[in-house]
């Protein structure tokens, strides 16, 4: 009953984390505010133990309120860096989350000004191979409706085996801008 409710928890976590929420929940946590720089080769599918995550765990999260610097080895000699609040790494979309190798990493950048948040998203679309199209579109709503949360569609494409999904948030309560990046396979 108990591994019922906190995978019952885990779930509405990761759907509410979905739209745009800050709720973090996971037993297998680090954080402890260590704000070191991270580096995660994903030229191929990356191994529980290459990402840290635990035996028996579907999810870790690294996290620092002040920032870190996440540099990522992609396919097709692609790298890309950028400053994150959280990466988490997750294999829900696994058939046995708890043993079967990672599917997910996901970064969340710091909070950015609108100018800052559209030349992140540039320098990565543009590093990505995504279409930063939207950007402009984001950016005139984000300046002119700042009360309003906006969030710009996902720039997504294929990188190699991995989906690449991108996203600018503006959040209206507290003016903060994020960039949300996702790399999924499997």
């Known amino acids: 009953m108990r591994r019922l409710v906190g995978g019952l928890l885990a779930g509405m976590v990761i759907a509410v984390s979905s739209q745009g929420c800050d709720i973090h929940v996971s037993s297998n946590a680090d954080d402890s505010g260590d704000c070191s720089p991270v ?3 994903l030229t191929g599918p990356p191994s529980r133990a290459e990402l840290g995550m635990d035996s028996g765990q579907g999810f870790l999260s690294k996290s620092c309120d002040d920032g870190f610097e996440v540099t990522l080895r992609l ?4 790298t890309t860096s950028l400053t994150a609040t ?5 294999s829900y979309s696994a058939d046995d989350p708890g043993s079967d190798p990672p599917t997910t990493v ?3 950048s ?4 609108v100018d800052e948040a559209v030349r992140l998203a540039s320098r990565l679309a543009d590093g990505l191979g995504s279409d930063a199209t939207p950007l402009p579109r984001w950016q005139e709503q984000a300046e002119t409706r700042s009360a309003d949360s906006i969030d710009s569609p996902f720039l997504r494409n294929r990188l190699g085996y991995l989906t690449v999904e991108m996203q600018v948030q503006h959040l209206g309560v507290s003016g903060n801008n994020y960039l949300h990046l996702v790399l999924s396979w499997g």
């Open 106 to 108: 996901d970064v969340h």
């Open 75 to 78: 396919p097709e000699g692609t």
């Open 110 to 113: 710091v909070s950015l000004s």
């Open 86 to 90: 959280r990466v988490n790494a997750d």
């Open 39 to 41: 580096s995660y080769d």
